[in-house]
């Protein structure tokens, strides 16, 4: 999948006129993405969170359909910023 993954990015990025690398289409390439596979929260993070506490912050890049944020919103934190190109 990584393989794939930077093929496609390298598909992605365009000079325009003045040679400058640009990037476009990026949120409908992981749009294409999240639509082929199904995700589902694999509880990885539930054996950390004891090490944080609950007024700490969090952000989440990358967050697909966001599970981890939904977890820790789930688990009593407050302070959580989750972002992702796709929709």
Do not use: P
Request: one cysteine or more; glycine letters at 4%; proline letters at 0%.
């Amino acid at each position: 999948f990584v393989s794939q993954f930077r093929c496609q990015l390298n598909i992605l990025n365009r000079k325009n006129d003045r040679g400058d690398i640009i990037m476009y289409k990026l949120d409908k390439y992981w749009d294409n993405i999240h639509s082929k596979y199904i995700s589902t929260y694999d509880e990885w993070l539930n054996k950390y969170t004891h090490l944080f506490f609950k007024t700490d912050s969090f952000v989440e890049l990358g967050c697909g359909r966001a599970y981890c944020s939904n977890y820790l919103l789930k688990n009593g934190f407050t302070d959580i910023i989750a972002c992702d190109f796709s929709e």
